[in-house]
């Protein structure tokens, strides 16, 4: 039941990365709150992903740093997609601008919430 349920919430994730807006970013613990589980949870999950079509990049540590360990290219090949997607990123690598966070105390407005997880 235990795998059952992890496979359950790695599909959820999924799928709510695949409807986060574009050029908007979530931190590791906001997707832990969603989800009810701990960020280390939602980091085991998106570091087992094996398809680059679903946006893990979009994932961030609390001070909007990239991860050293994003599985499509390291930090590098993170930053590279959220520059693609015109979040701007420091010499630091951290994202620079709240406004590319997602709002999850609006999720309630937001269309996001209406894909079933």
Known sequence: MR???RSSLREKVFEFLKNLPRGKVIT????????GTSPRAIGRIL???KDPSIPCYKVVFADGKVSDSYVFGGKEGQIKRLKAEGVEIDKKGRVVSINTKFQTSNLKQNKILNTKF
Do not use: D, Q, T
């Open 28 to 35: 590791y613990g906001e997707l832990a709150k969603i989800f």
């Open 3 to 5: 795998l059952e349920r």
């Open 47 to 49: 570091h087992s992903n």
